[in-house]
């Protein structure tokens, strides 16, 4: 069962380690645990029917089986870790109903669904939430604003001010202060051993919290930026995020104090329990080692069979052989950027050619040892230019470019704003070899689309990422035209 545990919560890690809004994750372990140890002494029943247990026990290690298959075929997929976290979760029960029956089950209950707040929300809710968060947070922000006697308006996720603007992007939603608000709620709720109406009344409590919160943070950077700059206000922005969410805890806190009248419950009385067998604890642990090896032997001949690692990144940019009339500038990366992406190498260049056409281009690179977030897999212009104000003008589409004898397939999103129309290109490859994923948001592929895939290869990690931003001619014999000039006057091939 710990094996079982270490090995979903390491999977687990790497998701807590890439995105910042699942830090919370490396405390829910021990927070779980010691929830279980409180709630271990009470009343005992340690008689289950062999049958029902062996049934259980059974279906847990084919779960944790499957899971220990997606880690090696799709890892980024958050559906993976799900299911290591319900294996895992399975043999426990397992394990518990063979010590004390159900009276133990029972109270073992919110410690496991506890457990369960270190997995990362599936990503089209996660997508779905921060929209909409987003939305939210600029729209209050934005009128707040205007009631103060500053004039503002809302582009988007964006609010413009007289002389800048101030962007409320994924990780200003409130997405991370939710969640972290949640996890505390629920850990409160059994800390001070509340009764089912108090701990909703509880989590109501942080996320309403979160969200007002979020928007004060929001509304105070709004109003720095207005009287001393973006820049000032780039600067306080870790300090007032930060001192907002100590604040919001500090008053969960109060709110769970209130509801338990001062009061914690004393722990019940220890009953005796029976311990598992020896001898079905070594074949249990033998059957998940021999899975594990058999899953890594498997993957591992199939790449060496079939699937070749490929030579690295293809390709990069570069104003070095820019043709006379043209000009450059480089483009540095936000931090907000390199939170969410976690690349290992950025490229970034404004280029206007001599009609005065301005394209931004953008080169990601993730090194073969960085773990990238499930995120960028998903995280397309579809879903990330609404944000800023632009509205998708049409349905996305395939447009293949030809540079230096290579063909290069992107996903084209043609959008507008304000009557600028604006055309957004992104290519995936996987060391050096295109990969097309997906096209917008609605074509996220399904859950059994994904495990027919386990048959066939691995999917393979993205390595480099090309986004290309240039105002769009509308045709697409036109489009095509630009998006090459641009592309050929600026990307080099890598030496492989």
Same mark, same amino acid.
């Given at each position: 069962?710990?094996?079982?545990?270490?090995?979903?919560?390491?999977h687990?890690?790497?998701?807590?380690n890439?995105?910042?809004?699942?830090?919370?994750?490396?405390?829910?372990?021990?927070?779980?645990?010691?929830?279980?140890?409180?709630r271990?002494?009470? /009343?005992?029943?340690?008689?289950?029917?062999?049958?029902?247990?062996l049934?259980? &026990?059974?279906?847990?290690?084919?779960?944790?089986?499957?899971?220990?298959?997606?880690?090696?075929?799709?890892?980024?997929?958050?559906?993976?870790?799900? %299911?290591? !976290?319900?294996?895992?979760t399975?043999?426990?029960?397992?394990?518990?109903?063979?010590?004390g029956?159900?009276p133990? #089950?029972?109270?073992?209950?919110?410690?496991l669904?506890?457990?369960?707040?270190? #997995?990362?929300?599936?990503?089209?809710?996660?997508?779905?939430? @921060?929209?909409?968060?987003?939305?939210?947070?600029?729209?209050?922000?934005?009128?707040?604003?205007?009631?103060?006697?500053?004039?503002?308006? =809302?582009?988007?996720n964006?609010?413009e001010?007289?002389?800048?603007?101030?962007?409320?992007?994924?990780?200003?939603?409130?997405?991370?202060?939710l969640q972290?608000?949640?996890?505390t709620?629920?850990?409160?709720?059994e800390?001070?051993?509340?009764? +089912?109406?108090?701990?909703?009344?509880?989590?109501?409590?942080?996320?309403? $919290?979160?969200?007002? @919160?979020?928007?004060?943070?929001?509304?105070?950077?709004?109003?720095?930026a207005?009287?001393q700059?973006?820049?000032?206000?780039?600067?306080?922005?870790?300090?007032?995020?930060?001192?907002a969410?100590?604040?919001?805890?500090?008053?969960?806190?109060?709110?769970?104090?209130?509801?338990?009248?001062?009061?914690?419950?004393?722990?019940?009385?220890?009953?005796?329990?029976i311990?598992? *067998?020896?001898?079905?604890?070594?074949?249990?642990?033998?059957?998940?080692?021999? %899975?594990?090896?058999?899953?890594?032997?498997?993957?591992s001949?199939?790449?060496?069979g079939?699937s070749?690692?490929?030579?690295? /990144?293809?390709?990069?940019?570069?104003?070095?052989?820019?043709?006379?009339?043209? +000009?450059?500038?480089? #483009?540095?990366p936000?931090?907000?950027?390199?939170?969410?992406?976690?690349? &290992?190498?950025? =490229?970034?260049?404004?280029?206007?050619?001599?009609?005065?056409?301005?394209?931004?281009?953008?080169?990601?690179?993730?090194?073969?040892s960085?773990?990238?977030?499930?995120f960028?897999?998903?995280?397309?212009?579809? #879903?990330?230019?609404?944000?800023?104000?632009?509205?998708?003008a049409?349905?996305?589409?395939?447009?293949?470019?030809?540079?230096?004898?290579? !063909?290069? *397939?992107?996903?084209?999103?043609p959008f507008?704003?304000?009557?600028?129309?604006?055309?957004?290109? !992104?290519?995936?490859?996987?060391?050096?070899?295109?990969?097309?994923?997906?096209?917008d948001p609605?074509?996220?592929?399904?859950?059994?689309?994904?495990l027919?895939?386990?048959?066939q290869?691995?999917?393979?990690?993205?390595?480099?990422e090309?986004?290309?931003?240039?105002?769009?001619?509308?045709?697409?014999?036109?489009?095509?035209?630009?998006?090459?000039?641009? $592309?050929?006057?600026?990307l080099? /091939? !890598?030496?492989?």
């Open positions: 069962m710990l094996l079982a545990w270490l090995l979903t919560w390491w687990l890690s790497t998701e807590w890439a995105d910042e809004q699942y830090r919370y994750g490396f405390g829910v372990p021990m927070l779980a645990a010691w929830m279980m140890r409180r271990f002494p009470g /009343p005992m029943n340690p008689s289950p029917p062999r049958l029902a247990w049934g259980l &026990t059974a279906m847990a290690l084919l779960t944790l089986a499957l899971g220990g298959t997606l880690t090696w075929h799709d890892p980024l997929w958050r559906f993976t870790g799900a %299911t290591l !976290q319900i294996g895992a399975l043999l426990t029960i397992a394990w518990l109903l063979r010590r029956g159900m133990l #089950v029972r109270r073992q209950a919110f410690p669904l506890f457990a369960a707040l270190a #997995v990362p929300w599936p990503m089209p809710v996660e997508l779905w939430t @921060i929209h909409h968060l987003a939305a939210a947070v600029t729209d209050v922000a934005t009128s707040a604003a205007n009631l103060l006697g500053i004039a503002a308006m =809302q582009h988007g964006t609010i001010l007289a002389a800048c603007t101030v962007g409320v992007d994924d990780a200003c939603s409130g997405i991370q202060s972290a608000m949640l996890m709620s629920f850990f409160l709720g800390f001070f051993l509340l009764r +089912a109406p108090s701990r909703i009344s509880l989590i109501l409590s942080g996320a309403a $919290l979160s969200f007002i @919160i979020n928007n004060v943070r929001v509304l105070a950077l709004t109003m720095l207005h009287s700059g973006h820049a000032s206000a780039m600067e306080w922005h870790d300090f007032i995020g930060g001192t969410t100590l604040c919001g805890l500090a008053l969960l806190l109060g709110i769970a104090v209130l509801l338990s009248r001062g009061r914690i419950a004393t722990l019940a009385p220890a009953s005796e329990s311990p598992v *067998p020896m001898p079905e604890g070594v074949a249990i642990l033998m059957i998940l080692s021999a %899975t594990s090896l058999a899953t890594h032997g498997w993957f001949s199939f790449q060496k079939g070749p690692t490929g030579n690295g /990144p293809a390709w990069k940019i570069s104003a070095d052989r820019l043709p006379p009339g043209w +000009a450059a500038e480089s #483009v540095a936000t931090k907000a950027a390199h939170v969410m992406l976690r690349f &290992t190498e950025w =490229q970034s260049l404004k280029v206007r050619n001599p009609d005065g056409i301005v394209a931004h281009f953008i080169r990601l690179a993730w090194s073969a960085a773990r990238m977030p499930a960028v897999t998903n995280h397309t212009p579809a #879903v990330c230019m609404p944000s800023a104000g632009w509205t998708q049409g349905t996305p589409f395939l447009l293949t470019l030809k540079i230096h004898g290579d !063909q290069i *397939p992107c996903g084209a999103f507008i704003r304000n009557g600028t129309r604006l055309l957004a290109l !992104q290519s995936l490859s996987a060391n050096g070899r295109p990969e097309l994923r997906l096209m609605s074509q996220i592929p399904g859950t059994y689309s994904r027919a895939r386990l048959w290869e691995p999917l393979r990690q993205i390595t480099e090309l986004l290309i931003y240039i105002p769009d001619p509308g045709n697409a014999e036109a489009r095509t035209k630009v998006a090459a000039e641009f $592309l050929g006057a600026i080099v /091939p !890598q030496k492989r």
